[in-house]
């Protein structure tokens, strides 16, 4: 079943079908979270600070926040979500060279993101680290290229 379906999705990438681009978040506050991926992240956004769908850009890649008490009233249901550090998902940040990690790592922790993992080189030749934003959601910029 699993490669069918992998097949499947492929044949919608490669006839434009499919397109993966974008990742959803439901957040407490809107207004913390645009602030630290558009002014710390670098994303773009033209949210008007009422609306409560917001919609940030970085090149091809969207990321959209909704409230999660908003999204509770639009769907009917009640939902369970991660207190603390978000272990569920990670929003990866590629940068060119390993000291590239070592700088943006630097940078966004002055700007105020919680360090979670500083930078190290692993095992399998990847220099990574972690930081999260302010609702816990973990964040990964690695690289896997050397100076």
């Known amino acids: 079943m699993w490669r069918k379906v992998s097949l499947n999705i492929l044949d919608m990438i490669e006839n434009n079908r499919f397109n993966f681009n974008t990742i959803g978040l439901f957040t407490t506050d809107n207004w913390k979270m645009v602030g630290f991926y558009r002014d710390i992240m670098g994303f773009e956004t033209d949210w008007n600070g009422k ?10 890649m969207w990321l959209i926040f909704f409230p999660r ?45 919680v360090s979670v993992f500083p930078p190290r080189t692993m095992p399998w030749g990847q220099r990574t680290c972690y ?11 690695h690289s896997f290229t050397e100076d």
């Open 51 to 60: 609306d409560p769908n917001v919609m940030l850009r970085m090149g091809d």
């Open 69 to 113: 008490s908003e999204f509770e009233r639009m769907t009917g249901q009640e939902y369970g979500y991660p207190r603390g550090l978000n272990g569920t998902v990670e929003l990866a940040f590629h940068v060119a060279s390993f000291k590239r990690v070592d700088e943006e790592y630097a940078r966004v922790t002055a700007a105020g993101a």
């Open 131 to 141: 930081v999260a934003d302010p609702e816990g959601n973990l964040i990964e910029i």
